[in-house]
């Protein structure tokens, strides 16, 4: 299967299949790498005496993300660096998104039952070489809700990693890299 990003000039599809797999991976590094820009300049400024007067703020609509991002933006400021990524196949369909990257993993971010979390972050651990792990977030946004247990053991049999609470998932990604990255 091959895919494509949007980019600022439309979507950058993928133009061989001689290697699917390792384009896949180019191309969501890429995507993760497009976080940079807006930073570095912000850092650039900063070096350059200038204030910064709004802290970062990241585009997120899905349900937990905002919530999560801040718990994690708390504990370790500058850990996160993109949220809700849409990755597409050539056809311009979604394939899947990215919900939280930070510089060691990508966080997919799910309410409800669990349902279809195991298969999302198979696909994005596919197109990554950061570690995917999955966050059930009902107990974030105080839901009586959480994933279901055939859910949990279908993971925990294809070493998925999937925790419900902030400080496990906080302890396993860990602060920022002292290289950023």
Do not use: C
């Amino acid at each position: 299967m091959s895919i494509g990003i949007p980019s600022p000039i439309g979507r950058m599809p993928m133009v061989s299949s001689v290697n699917p797999s390792l384009e896949a991976r180019t191309i969501a590094r890429i995507a993760e790498n497009q976080r940079g820009w807006a930073q570095e300049a912000s850092i650039a400024a900063a070096k350059n005496g200038a204030s910064r007067a709004t802290p970062r703020t990241f585009v997120a609509k899905d349900p937990g993300v905002p919530e999560l991002i801040n718990a994690i933006e708390t504990k370790f400021p500058g850990k996160v660096r993109n949220a809700e990524i849409l990755v597409y196949r050539p056809d311009g369909t979604p394939y899947t998104d990215f919900d939280i990257v930070t510089d060691t993993h990508v966080i997919q971010v799910k309410l409800g039952t669990g349902k279809g979390i195991v298969t999302q972050i198979q696909n994005t651990q596919s197109l990554t070489n950061l570690e995917v792990i999955g966050f059930d977030v009902g107990k974030l946004l105080g839901k009586n809700q959480s994933f279901k247990g055939s859910i949990m053991k279908d993971a925990s049999q294809k070493d998925i990693f999937i925790t419900n609470d902030v400080n496990v998932l906080l302890k396993k990604i860990g602060p920022t890299k002292p290289n950023g990255g």
